[in-house]
């Protein structure tokens, strides 16, 4: 039997707790001792994360190197992992020629109001950078393709910032167990995926929600959901965890959870009716572009289309797709609702929330390679082993690599030794979902069995 830590309130070493970074930590010192955590010293925890947030988001810099220098054009931005929907949308959606462009009729800009003012504020800095520069320094107005740069490098920097926002709200919201922030803070989901859409903002506004409903502060929660659902859909799913903890006598009580919905209503509605206001076109275009559009890369829907396409088929349209992800989706809801009533203990907020966001990102239409974002944060407080993480982390890793390789085929004239097989870009779709299908079992077993859930009983090793 493992010791108990002395201290209920004290916090939990990962070397000590987690048995990977023990065996780990042989190579370097051993176990963390006493000494770690006795008196004041500069390297504070926070402090420890921020620097990993740093040295990480610095990777995720350098892995977009090739298009920051040859610009995001050609294939070769597939072939070196480097595309992104930012640099695209910019030019594409007219941000470079009007700011203001995702609110303006007759424009086109396919994300939800927050994102939306993201994308312009950027603009806008963007041309503001530009004009101070080129005046300084008319020597660097010589390229055409600086703006899209200087646009994804404006756009870059507040991921950043989000990314710092996401770390630390994970670290407050683990409790006993901060350096589980650690998972977040070195994600290589992150690192690859940071820079290609604006999904680190809408992650960090779900994550600030779960850690004020961990508070008590519902009216907080729901107005950060409403946020988060400002920005992207999948924030708004936290609603649905908090109701199955409401069905449960000895769950959420319904005024808390009748607080957070209303504040949730509230504060989408402060952020979105203006926009219907100013263009009800504008404000609309991504709840029709989503409800129309047929299956996407990577998603199962995908996979069934190659599949059909290979045998001579034409694949399910999108009104089929459509119809049977929603069912998927809400047949799987009604599956988290039983196993959370069924539960023997409470489960806890976080556990149902990763249930339900894994299960929409499963059968949603469409998989985009920044989706491993969403999850990374919640797996580091539903079910933080080190083991599986990294597992998890390997998976979509490779499903990154294999989607852009399979697209290189699919839009470039590049021979079959630069692009990815059909049958292995499947396989490496078909690994990223087992794996996430993996960690949703891990957590379903931890819901049954509340002795095997690391954040409820810590295994401390014995100190050396």
Same mark, same amino acid.
């Given at each position: ?36 955590t ?14 990993m947030?740093?040295?990480a ?37 007219g941000?470079d020629?009007?700011p ?23 603009a ?22 600086r ?11 507040g ?57 008590g ?34 769950g ?13 209503a509230v ?33 199962? *829907?995908? #996979? +069934?289309?190659? /599949? =059909?396409?290979?045998? %001579?088929? $034409? !694949? &399910? ?11 998927l ?6 599956g ?16 149902l ?15 985009s ?31 990154? *690599?294999? #989607? +852009?390789?399979? /697209? =290189?085929?699919?839009? %470039?004239? $590049? !021979? &079959? ?10 396989l ?32 401390v090793?014995?100190?050396?």
């Amino acid at each position: 039997m493992t010791p108990e830590p002395r201290n209920r309130r004290e916090v939990v070493a990962p070397t000590r707790a987690d048995p990977l970074l023990r065996l780990l930590s042989d190579r370097v010192g051993g176990p963390s001792g006493t000494r770690l955590t006795a008196g004041r010293r500069f390297w504070t925890i926070p402090r420890v994360l921020m620097a990993m947030t740093a040295v990480a988001a610095l990777v995720s810099l350098l892995s977009m190197q090739h298009c920051r220098a040859e610009g995001w054009i050609g294939v070769s931005l597939y072939h070196h992992g480097c595309y992104s929907d930012v640099s695209a949308l910019y030019v594409q959606r007219g941000l470079d020629a009007d700011p203001w462009a995702p609110f303006v009729d007759g424009q086109w800009f396919e994300y939800p109001v927050l994102t939306s003012l993201l994308a312009s504020l950027a603009a806008l800095v963007t041309r503001g950078v530009d004009g101070v520069v080129s005046s300084t320094v008319p020597s660097l107005a010589y390229w055409e393709g600086r703006l899209s740069l200087l646009y994804w490098d404006v756009t870059f920097l507040g991921a950043v910032l989000a990314w710092f926002l996401l770390v630390l709200t994970v670290m407050r919201a683990a409790g006993r167990r901060p350096w589980d922030a650690a998972i977040v803070a070195t994600s290589p989901a992150i690192i690859f995926g940071a820079g290609i859409n604006w999904d680190l903002w809408a992650t960090a506004a779900l994550l600030l929600a779960v850690l004020a409903h961990l508070r008590g502060q519902h009216l907080t929660a729901g107005a950060l959901i409403g946020v988060g659902v400002s920005f992207k859909l999948f924030p708004l799913f936290l609603l649905g965890a908090l109701f199955v903890l409401a069905l449960r006598r000895d769950g959420l009580p319904w005024s808390a959870l009748g607080r957070t919905v209303a504040a949730s209503a509230v504060s989408w509605a402060l952020l979105n009716v203006p926009a219907m206001l100013l263009s009800w076109e504008n404000w609309s275009q991504f709840w029709s572009f989503s409800a129309e559009r047929g299956s996407g890369y990577s998603s199962i *829907w995908h #996979v +069934w289309q190659v /599949l =059909a396409e290979a045998q %001579g088929s $034409a !694949g &399910p349209g999108p009104e089929l797709v459509s119809t049977l992800s929603l069912a998927l989706f809400l047949a799987c809801c009604t599956g988290v609702l039983l196993l959370g009533l069924r539960a023997p203990v409470p489960p806890r907020t976080v556990q149902l929330l990763l249930l339900i966001v894994a299960a929409f990102a499963l059968v949603n239409k469409v998989y985009s390679p920044q989706f491993m974002i969403w999850l990374i944060p919640l797996i580091a407080l539903a079910a933080p082993r080190w083991r599986d993480v990294l597992i998890w982390q390997a998976a979509q890793v490779l499903h990154f *690599w294999a #989607v +852009w390789m399979y /697209l =290189a085929g699919v839009v %470039g004239d $590049a !021979g &079959p030794q630069h692009t990815m097989a059909d049958g292995v870009y499947l396989l490496a779709v078909l690994g990223h979902m087992a794996a996430t299908a993996w960690i949703m079992a891990v957590v379903v077993r931890d819901m049954y069995r509340p002795e095997c859930d690391v954040v409820r009983h810590p295994p401390v090793l014995a100190r050396r």
